[in-house]
């Protein structure tokens, strides 16, 4: 019998969310950097892996610290993403849990499987002290699994498909076997531009900004592409140093 579930990602901002998305469909389909809130949109990602398919949601990081408007609707599409979902990843630091990470778990809806995902594993130098932690966290919340790991490790994520295999519902496939995700190729273009953005600049360039594709074509297998940034101002109406205010466009094959 063939299995396939909705699976959500979800955690505080910068807990390794995107990068375990990426190694568990095993192709890079969430941009990463460690900015704050990096992942705006709902991303869907398909792995297919023997009888079980695999449909990850990974949603923006839980944002407590600040209520603009951006992060108030980021927070919302956490939230409607968790009534879809089948099953729930909760995505934090091994051996850590603060407000932000019991924020998100304040949101995880009764009654649904929930596995507890201690991330960032090959930081914690005393592996002996995850015990007491994993039993307060229990008692926290009644876990359906404990799955410590480094979500930069590919064996890592295979044990991780393993575990939440199981509690998939038993129903036909959602997507053909070779699908990686639902989004398009111009949507993940402009998500890698908007990548590069954040991992080559610093404070010059507000988090804020986005990216939008004005041209996609294919020739072969060359790809041109032209984007235009869209650069949002600095406080008091002065743009923010080193950027130009409104748009700014680049093109590169």
Not at 33 to 46: D, F, P
Not at 200 to 226: C, F, M, Q
Not at 231 to 253: D, F, H, T
Request: some cysteine; aromatic content about 6%.
């Amino acid at each position: 019998m063939k299995r396939c579930g909705l699976v959500a990602i979800v955690g505080r901002p910068n807990v390794g969310k995107s990068t375990l998305l990426n190694a568990l469909v095993g192709q890079k389909i969430s941009i990463t950097s460690n900015k704050a809130q990096t992942t705006r949109h709902r991303i869907t990602g398909i792995r297919t892996k023997g009888e079980a398919q695999f449909v990850f949601v990974d949603t923006p990081g839980f944002q407590t610290r600040h209520s603009a408007p951006l992060n108030r609707s980021l927070n919302r599409a956490v939230a409607s993403t968790l009534g879809d979902v089948d099953v729930v990843l909760l995505v934090v630091e091994a051996g850590r849990f603060g407000k932000e990470d019991e924020a998100v778990l304040a949101l995880l809806p009764p009654g649904k499987p929930a596995l507890l995902v201690a991330n960032k594993l090959d930081t914690v130098t005393r592996r002996a002290d995850l015990a007491p932690w994993l039993q307060e966290m229990q008692a926290r919340h009644s876990f359906a699994e404990f799955v410590p790991l480094s979500a930069t490790k590919a064996a890592d994520a295979e044990r991780l498909l393993a575990i939440v295999a199981p509690y998939l519902p038993e129903q036909p496939w959602l997507y053909d076997e070779g699908a990686l995700t639902d989004r398009s190729d111009r949507f993940l273009a402009a998500e890698i531009v908007r990548e590069k953005l954040f991992r080559l600049t610093g404070d010059e360039l507000p988090y804020t900004s986005t990216v939008v594709i004005d041209k996609y074509e294919e020739e072969g297998r060359l790809r041109r592409i032209a984007a235009t940034i869209i650069v949002a101002n600095g406080g008091g109406g002065k743009p923010a140093a080193g950027c130009l205010p409104g748009r700014s466009s680049l093109e590169a094959p």
